[in-house]
C-alpha cells in the first residue's frame, strides 16, 4: 500500500514539474511575406517567454519557402538587457542551418511627462517626453529641454507637464535670448567660431563648491573664448563676499569688488578693468544681458588672487565644459 502511494506521489510530481512545459507552452506558427517589417521574427521575444514556447515562420516569397522556428531554452539579463536563449532551425529548402541565439527584448519607451514649447512658423507644440534605456527619466527631461534651447527654430519653451516653465524646477530654460541674436549666434557656430548660447551646460565650482544654475538667475555663457558669468553669482555665492564687498553704481553702470586688499572696478562696455586703480586691457567688456549683469569670469577672479582651471567636455559638446576656481 505504501509503495503504490509513494508511486502516485512520483506521478503527481512529475505532471506538475511537465506541466509548465506541456500544458502551458505556447506554439506559434505564421506564414510571412520577404521584406515585412512586422514580421514576427523581428520581434520573437514577444512568443519566447517560457519552457516549451516555440515560433515557427515561414517565409514564402511565391517560388520559395524558408522555415525558421525557434524554441525557448533559458533567459537571463547582462549589461545589454534581458534576453532569451533559443535554440533555431533554419530550413532554406536547398540548405539547413541550427544552433543557439541569445535574442534581446526590445526596450520599449515609456512616458516620462510632456513639454510645450513654441516654434518659428509653427506655433505652440506639446509633445509626450519618452524614456530612453539606461538613461534616468530626470536626465532625459533636462536632455529634452537642453535640445529645444538650442535649436535656432525654437522661439520659446513654455511648459513642462502642463506647468508653466518658470514654476518649475527648470525655470532657468525660461531664459531665452531674442530670436534675432539666436539666429546670428546659430550662424557664426556653424563655422566654428562663437558659441555665446546662455547656456546651464557649465559646471562652475569655487573651492569644490558647486553654483547651482538656479543660484545664478541667469545662465553663463561664452564670448569670444571668455566665460561670462552674472556678477552677483560669482562674487556673493561663489566667492562669499558681502553686499558691502560687491557695490554697483548705476549712475556710470560700473561695479566695484574688494577683497582684502584688492579693488576692482569693471565698467558695462569698456575692455579696461581697474585693479588697485591700474588698468588692464580685457579681451571682452562687461555686458547686460537677459536684465543681468555679465562679466568675464576669469580676469576677475585672477584679478582677486583665484586660480582658474577650464576643463572642457571630454565629448567635444561646444557650449559644455567645467570652470574650478580655487585659492592659490
Request: aromatic fraction near 14%; glycine fraction near 8%; charged fraction near 20%.
Amino acid at each position: 500500500m505504501l509503495r503504490k502511494s509513494l508511486y502516485f506521489i512520483m506521478i503527481v510530481v512529475l505532471l506538475f514539474i511537465l506541466l509548465p512545459v506541456s500544458a502551458f507552452a505556447q506554439n506559434y506558427y505564421f506564414t510571412d511575406t520577404p521584406g515585412n517589417i512586422n514580421s514576427p521574427l523581428n520581434h520573437l521575444t514577444d512568443y519566447l517567454k517560457a519552457p516549451g514556447d516555440s515560433v515557427t515562420v515561414v517565409i514564402d516569397d511565391g517560388q520559395e519557402k524558408t522555415t525558421y522556428y525557434y524554441s525557448f531554452v533559458s533567459k537571463g539579463t547582462d549589461s545589454n538587457g534581458d534576453y532569451v536563449i533559443a535554440n533555431y532551425n533554419i530550413d532554406y529548402g536547398f540548405d539547413k542551418d541550427s544552433g543557439q541565439k541569445k535574442i534581446y527584448v526590445p526596450y520599449v519607451p515609456h512616458k516620462i511627462g510632456t513639454i510645450t514649447y513654441t516654434k518659428k512658423d509653427v506655433g505652440q507644440i506639446t509633445e509626450d517626453m519618452l524614456s530612453v534605456k539606461y538613461v534616468n527619466d530626470d536626465v532625459q527631461i533636462l536632455g529634452y529641454l537642453e535640445g529645444l534651447y538650442t535649436d535656432v527654430n525654437v522661439i520659446s519653451i513654455d511648459k513642462v507637464n502642463g506647468v508653466p516653465i518658470r514654476q518649475t524646477q527648470y525655470w532657468y530654460f525660461a531664459n531665452f535670448l531674442p530670436q534675432s541674436e539666436r539666429k546670428y549666434l546659430a550662424s557664426r557656430f556653424i563655422d566654428g567660431t562663437a558659441y555665446e548660447w546662455p547656456s546651464i551646460f557649465y559646471t562652475i565650482n569655487v573651492n569644490g563648491k558647486n553654483i547651482h544654475p538656479e543660484q545664478l538667475g541667469a545662465m553663463p555663457y561664452i564670448k569670444d573664448g571668455n566665460t561670462m558669468i552674472p556678477y552677483r553669482a560669482l562674487f556673493e555665492l561663489g566667492f562669499g563676499l558681502s553686499e558691502d564687498q560687491v557695490v554697483w553704481n548705476g549712475s556710470d553702470q560700473s561695479v566695484t569688488v574688494t577683497r582684502g586688499n584688492t579693488v576692482i572696478k569693471l565698467q558695462i562696455g569698456s575692455t579696461t578693468a581697474y585693479i588697485n586703480g591700474k588698468p588692464y586691457t580685457m579681451n571682452v567688456a562687461p555686458v547686460i544681458k537677459l536684465d543681468r549683469t555679465y562679466i568675464p569670469l576669469r580676469l576677475v577672479s585672477e584679478g582677486l588672487r583665484y586660480k582658474v582651471n577650464w576643463t572642457p567636455d571630454p565629448g567635444e559638446r561646444a557650449g559644455w565644459g567645467t570652470v574650478d576656481i580655487s585659492d592659490n
